[in-house]
C-alpha cells in the first residue's frame, strides 16, 4: 500500500460508486475514521474487532516507529511537477478527460516504501511514483504506482498479517523466519508473487524504472462499453542494471533523480492493458496474460522535483478512489482498504508537528 496526504483542490466531480465517492471524500474532506470503518464494514472487507482502518495504521507505526508529520508507508520522498500529453488512443477505451487530445499538468511524488523518513536508500526497496492529473473540467484522477508487477496481497488482512510477520526482531533486525514461513504457509498467494517480483529485478533508479498501478479499474467508452484495465508507465529511459552493492550515500537513489532532473525530463509511456472476461480483477497479486491488448495513451513527463513543503505533493492524497468519469473501481478489496487507511494515516499525520524532510533537492545537488 501506498501512503496518504491531502489535496490543495479537492476534485470536483468523479465517477466512482457511491462507495467509491465516500471513502475518496474520506481521504478529501476528512470524514471520521470511524465513520470510514463504518463504511467499510458494509462494503465486507472487515469484521468487527478484527481489523479496522485504525489498526492497520497502528501496524505501521509499530514496525517502523512513530515519525511525527510524515506518512505511515513510503515516508522517503521527494515531489515533482510535471505534465500529461494525451495522444487520444484511450478514447477508444473511455471518455475520461484525461484521455481526450491535449497536455494536462501532473503533480508527482517519488517514494520508497517503509515508514523510515531517513532510511538510507537501497536497491531492493520498493519503489513509488504518485501522480495528480489536474483536469480541464475540474476533475482529478490519482494514482499510486510502484516499481514491482504484482502487489504481494490479495486481502487487507494477508497484508496485515504480513505487517506482523515482518516485524523486526530485537537484536537481528530481521523479521523472525519461523514467523515469516508460517505466514507463507498460509498465504500461498504471497509466495507466488514474491516468485513473480524475483522475475523482475530492480533498474538503476527512479527514472529507468517501470511503475505499475497494480489494481484493476473498469473504462467505459462512449458507446457504454466497459472493459477491465491496468495501467503501467514504461520509461523512455534506457534500461541501466543498478548500482552493485551498496553505495555509501544514503539518498543516492533520490540524488541522482535530482541531478539528472537538473539537465533533462524525464519520460514514461501510460500503457493501458486491456482484460478479457476471466481476468482477474479482485486480486492483485495475479498478472495478466502478456498476450493482452496495450493501448500507448500519451506520454507522461517529469521536468523537475522539489523538496517536500506545504503546497506540493506533500499535500497530496494519492487516494486511488479519486477517478474521473469514465474510470470506475473494480471489486479489489484493497482499493477501499488503501483508500480508507490512507485517510486515517492523513488525519494522524495533519495534527502532528511537522518535521523537515531527510531528503532535499538542495542536498541531492551539492
Given at each position: 500500500m501506498n501512503e496518504d496526504t491531502e489535496p490543495a483542490t479537492p476534485p470536483t466531480r468523479s465517477a466512482v460508486s457511491r462507495r467509491g465517492v465516500l471513502l475518496g471524500l474520506a481521504a478529501v474532506g476528512g470524514i471520521a475514521a470511524a465513520d470510514v470503518g463504518g463504511f467499510l464494514y458494509a462494503g465486507g472487507w472487515l469484521t468487527p474487532d478484527v481489523l479496522t482502518p485504525s489498526r492497520l495504521t497502528d501496524r505501521f507505526e509499530q514496525v517502523y516507529g512513530r515519525h511525527d508529520g510524515f506518512r505511515r508507508n513510503h515516508a522517503k520522498g521527494l515531489s515533482a511537477t510535471g505534465h500529461f500529453i494525451s495522444n487520444g488512443a484511450g478514447t477508444a477505451v473511455s471518455t475520461a478527460a484525461v484521455f481526450q487530445p491535449g497536455r494536462i499538468p501532473v503533480t508527482g511524488r517519488f517514494s520508497l516504501s517503509g515508514g523510515l523518513p531517513d532510511a538510507a536508500d537501497a536497491n531492493a526497496t520498493v519503489r513509488g511514483l504518485g501522480l495528480a492529473f489536474t483536469l480541464p473540467n475540474g476533475e482529478q484522477w490519482r494514482t499510486a504506482m510502484i516499481n514491482i508487477p504484482v502487489f504481494l496481497d490479495n486481502t487487507p488482512?494477508?497484508?496485515?498479517?504480513?505487517?506482523?510477520?515482518?516485524?523486526?526482531?530485537?537484536?537481528?533486525?530481521?523479521?523472525?523466519?519461523?514467523?515469516?514461513?508460517?505466514?507463507?504457509?498460509?498465504?500461498?498467494?504471497?509466495?507466488?508473487?514474491?516468485?513473480?517480483?524475483?522475475?523482475?529485478?530492480?533498474?538503476?533508479?527512479?527514472?529507468?524504472?517501470?511503475?505499475?498501478?497494480?489494481?484493476?479499474?473498469?473504462?467505459?467508452?462512449?458507446?457504454?462499453?466497459?472493459?477491465?484495465?491496468?495501467?503501467?508507465?514504461?520509461?523512455?529511459?534506457?534500461?541501466?542494471?543498478?548500482?552493485?552493492?551498496?553505495?555509501?550515500?544514503?539518498?543516492?537513489?533520490?540524488?541522482?533523480?535530482?541531478?539528472?532532473?537538473?539537465?533533462?525530463?524525464l519520460r514514461w509511456r501510460l500503457v493501458l492493458t486491456i482484460g478479457e472476461p476471466g481476468d482477474?480483477?479482485?486480486?492483485?497479486?495475479?498478472?495478466?496474460?502478456?498476450?493482452?491488448?496495450?493501448?500507448?495513451?500519451?506520454?507522461v513527463t517529469i521536468d523537475s522535483?522539489?523538496?517536500?513543503?506545504?503546497?506540493?505533493?506533500?499535500?497530496?492524497?494519492?487516494?486511488?478512489?479519486?477517478?474521473?468519469?469514465?474510470?470506475?473501481?473494480?471489486?479489489?478489496?484493497?482499493?477501499?482498504?488503501?483508500?480508507?487507511?490512507?485517510?486515517?494515516?492523513?488525519?494522524?499525520?495533519?495534527?502532528?508537528?511537522?518535521?523537515?524532510?531527510a531528503v532535499t533537492v538542495e542536498k541531492g545537488l551539492s
Amino acid at each position: 500500500m501506498n501512503e496518504d496526504t491531502e489535496p490543495a483542490t479537492p476534485p470536483t466531480r468523479s465517477a466512482v460508486s457511491r462507495r467509491g465517492v465516500l471513502l475518496g471524500l474520506a481521504a478529501v474532506g476528512g470524514i471520521a475514521a470511524a465513520d470510514v470503518g463504518g463504511f467499510l464494514y458494509a462494503g465486507g472487507w472487515l469484521t468487527p474487532d478484527v481489523l479496522t482502518p485504525s489498526r492497520l495504521t497502528d501496524r505501521f507505526e509499530q514496525v517502523y516507529g512513530r515519525h511525527d508529520g510524515f506518512r505511515r508507508n513510503h515516508a522517503k520522498g521527494l515531489s515533482a511537477t510535471g505534465h500529461f500529453i494525451s495522444n487520444g488512443a484511450g478514447t477508444a477505451v473511455s471518455t475520461a478527460a484525461v484521455f481526450q487530445p491535449g497536455r494536462i499538468p501532473v503533480t508527482g511524488r517519488f517514494s520508497l516504501s517503509g515508514g523510515l523518513p531517513d532510511a538510507a536508500d537501497a536497491n531492493a526497496t520498493v519503489r513509488g511514483l504518485g501522480l495528480a492529473f489536474t483536469l480541464p473540467n475540474g476533475e482529478q484522477w490519482r494514482t499510486a504506482m510502484i516499481n514491482i508487477p504484482v502487489f504481494l496481497d490479495n486481502t487487507p488482512e494477508g497484508f496485515y498479517q504480513r505487517l506482523l510477520a515482518s516485524t523486526p526482531v530485537a537484536g537481528t533486525g530481521k523479521p523472525d523466519p519461523e514467523k515469516m514461513a508460517a505466514f507463507l504457509a498460509r498465504h500461498p498467494e504471497t509466495t507466488a508473487a514474491m516468485q513473480i517480483v524475483r522475475r523482475h529485478p530492480p533498474t538503476s533508479g527512479f527514472g529507468d524504472s517501470t511503475f505499475h498501478g497494480l489494481n484493476a479499474f473498469g473504462c467505459t467508452n462512449a458507446a457504454g462499453v466497459t472493459v477491465a484495465v491496468r495501467w503501467t508507465l514504461v520509461p523512455e529511459q534506457p534500461v541501466q542494471p543498478p548500482h552493485p552493492g551498496q553505495p555509501p550515500d544514503r539518498n543516492y537513489l533520490f540524488d541522482a533523480l535530482t541531478r539528472t532532473l537538473a539537465g533533462t525530463p524525464l519520460r514514461w509511456r501510460l500503457v493501458l492493458t486491456i482484460g478479457e472476461p476471466g481476468d482477474p480483477t479482485h486480486d492483485a497479486t495475479l498478472p495478466w496474460p502478456e498476450n493482452r491488448r496495450t493501448l500507448d495513451v500519451g506520454t507522461v513527463t517529469i521536468d523537475s522535483v522539489q523538496t517536500e513543503e506545504p503546497g506540493n505533493a506533500r499535500d497530496i492524497n494519492f487516494d486511488p478512489l479519486i477517478l474521473p468519469a469514465g474510470i470506475t473501481p473494480s471489486d479489489d478489496p484493497l482499493l477501499s482498504a488503501r483508500s480508507a487507511v490512507y485517510a486515517r494515516s492523513f488525519t494522524r499525520r495533519t495534527s502532528e508537528p511537522t518535521q523537515p524532510s531527510a531528503v532535499t533537492v538542495e542536498k541531492g545537488l551539492s
